[in-house]
């Protein structure tokens, strides 16, 4: 009788862990051992099997509710600003230099500066392979070419 207990609690805290360690394998572990102490309580007695199942889905639904209240308490994103923060830069060193055409710009494509090759916009004009470039800005992690 203790042995179907303690393995449905042990279910329980299984599941439990499943909410901070999130690779579904802790809960279908959890699940076995829940499915196994009922099983080896209706091995008992039908009586306990009755009252282990009924305990172990509340306290199941009890576990997965009080998991997902103590998942809505902690914050998933940033608690500070994100104040002049870029999430992509040009390369600004390569201001003023200038550069070979790689792949056609259509009005974007591949530029090479000093045997490195970069993300590039054109003016507004088609450019193809091979002509010659000067970076005069940027935009995101584009540079902007002439």
Known sequence: ?????????LGLL???????????I???????????SICYAFMMS???GVVLTQFEIISLIVVI????KVLKKR????????????GCSFQENCLGKAGVVIKDLKP?????????????LSEGDYLRRG??????????????VR
């Open 14 to 24: 299984v599941i439990f862990l499943e909410f901070w360690l999130p690779t579904a």
């Open 75 to 86: 914050k998933v994103c940033l608690s500070s600003d994100q104040e002049n923060f870029k």
């Open 65 to 68: 509710r009080f998991a997902l």
């Open 46 to 48: 039908w009586k306990w």
């Open 108 to 120: 974007s494509g591949v530029i090479e500066i000093e045997g490195k090759h970069f993300q590039a």
């Open 26 to 36: 802790m809960a279908i572990f959890g699940l076995s051992l829940i499915v196994g």
């Open 131 to 144: 002509a010659k470039v000067t970076v005069i800005g940027g935009e995101g992690f584009h540079l902007i």
């Open 1 to 9: 009788m203790m042995l179907s207990l303690v393995l449905g609690v």
